[in-house]
């Protein structure tokens, strides 16, 4: 009857340990307070409405350009890492979930033991047993578990929830910086393809220039130094094709990497032209960067974790509750092993302890936890900054790069004017040689300098893009 009531007393300890477990130590998570701007630099009011919440498909409406970020996305090999990073972190969670729950476990064991003849195992064997060996044959069931009664094992749920929480914003923000890396890459040879195209031209405008001068030398009109001068002028024009095709194709490379393919060349109908500026970039307000950025939601999920860690550490310095029991059939000879009643057993405990001396550990453990929490507080701040500054550079850029595209065109026509008048005054006797090689050489350089600023201007835009946020939708 003693035995029988202890048993019975064990679901109303289960219950009152139950209603204890409503206790906690740690506070929950708050995000900290940031001191964010209403506006951007350089953005004369601030509108909820930003370009992030556009997906890239149309943010990027060419379909050139769609199809290799689709293929990045599909075969990028530190994308495709990201997400088994998500798989495991998915299974981690479902462990958690399951933290709650009590332990059970299936033993069944065998045991043989022959002692000395004169040590009392011995002596007690052959008097009460009449053998000179031990045997012991158990099969049972043993559960344990622990009572959650300060909190602690719901941090650690909540800490491995952060963690997959970190690991899908890391993901889309390996997603965001892909997208944007194509879409730089793709302009990259947009422009190389321009000032090949320009190249091309100025060599064929350098070729007639030199074939006007060797027919100015045979009337007499010039010397060989012109013709000389001629040459050289057309030798470091045609030296820029080859460079540009290396650059070409290294870009190519590169690009066909970037989406998870062998280094190939890469099929192209569009050109940089085509594509226009657009002057409307929503940008919304800094606050919602904390929600938009995925690397920033990142680093506030480490604060997450880094407060639930906490929890755990102050959890840890209070006493702990588990409850514990076996039952099965247990029998000193095999012949009686499964002899029902007779070999069931049963055991019920519960115990309560809590360290008294651990060399400092769950002190330094709190004092560590407390740390690592004000520093992921003030990498998330950090992070913040980061996306803020990010964002007022690409406003910048996208402004100023619009400016230097407005100066650079006209310089262009400029000096493309300048080649016809002296390519005139040369043949008509009123300019020398140098004018001539001197106005292709400028105009040369600001057709490169024209396309280099265009394909500035859209990487900009891109970078815009990414630094809110978008990309991963």
């Not at 947009?190 to 100015?216: C, F, G």
């Not at 012109?226 to 030296?239: F, N, W």
């Not at 307000?285 to 755990?312: K, T, Y």
Request: include cysteine; aromatic fraction near 6%.
């Amino acid at each position: 009857m003693k035995n029988t009531l202890k048993i019975t007393q064990i679901p109303v300890l289960i219950v009152l340990v139950t209603l204890l477990a409503s206790c906690k130590v740690s506070k929950d998570y708050q995000r900290p307070e940031l001191a964010l701007p209403t506006e951007y630099r350089n953005v004369p009011y601030g509108d909820t409405a930003t370009i992030a919440d556009m997906g890239w498909k149309e943010f990027f409406p060419d379909t050139t350009l769609q199809k290799l970020i689709e293929r990045g996305i599909a075969y990028n090999y530190d994308l495709q890492i990201a997400l088994k990073r998500i798989d495991i972190a998915q299974q981690q969670v479902k462990q958690a979930r399951m933290l709650q729950l009590p332990r059970l476990d299936l033993r069944v064991a065998g045991t043989y033991n022959r002692p000395s003849s004169n040590s009392l195992n011995g002596i007690s064997a052959s008097s009460f047993l009449g053998a000179k060996h031990i045997e012991n044959y158990i099969a049972g069931v043993d559960l344990s578990w622990e009572a959650d009664i300060w909190g602690k094992i719901r941090r650690q749920q909540q800490a491995t929830m952060g963690q997959y929480l970190q690991t899908y914003e890391a993901t889309k923000a390996v997603q965001t910086r892909l997208v944007a890396d194509i879409a730089r890459g793709f302009f990259n040879l947009l422009m190389l393809d321009k000032q090949l195209e320009v190249a091309k031209h100025n060599l064929e405008l350098s070729n007639n220039t030199l074939k006007l001068t060797n027919l100015l030398k045979d009337a007499g009109e010039v010397t060989s130094l012109s013709v000389q001068q001629s040459e050289a002028q057309r030798e470091a024009i045609a030296l820029l094709i080859p460079q540009l095709e290396q650059d070409i194709a290294i870009q190519e490379n590169a690009l066909q990497i970037l989406t998870g393919q062998m280094p190939n060349a890469i099929e192209r109908k569009v050109q940089l032209a085509d594509f226009k500026a657009n002057d409307s970039l929503a940008t919304g307000v800094p606050a919602a960067l904390v929600s938009r950025r995925p690397d920033v939601r990142a680093a506030e999920m480490s604060v997450l974790i880094a407060n639930a860690q906490l929890g755990v550490a102050q959890a840890s310095m209070y006493p702990s509750l588990i409850i514990s029991a076996s039952g099965g059939i247990e029998s000193f000879k095999s012949s009686n092993w499964f002899n029902i009643p007779g070999s069931l057993f049963g055991i019920a405990a519960g115990t309560i302890a809590r360290p008294i001396f651990a060399r400092r550990q769950l002190k330094t453990n709190l004092e560590v936890a407390k740390i690592e929490r004000e520093q992921s507080v003030l990498e998330f701040r950090q992070s913040v900054l980061n996306a803020v500054g990010e964002v007022s550079n690409s406003l910048v850029q996208t402004q100023k790069l619009k400016e230097q595209e407005a100066i650079a065109s006209n310089q262009v026509n400029i000096l493309t004017h300048a080649i016809s008048n002296a390519q005139l005054l040369y043949q008509s006797d009123m300019a020398n040689y140098l004018e001539v090689i001197t106005a292709q050489g400028n105009a040369l350089q600001a057709e490169l300098n024209l396309a280099f600023i265009r394909s500035q201007s859209l990487v900009a835009r891109v970078d815009l893009y990414r630094s809110l946020g978008g990309g991963w939708k």
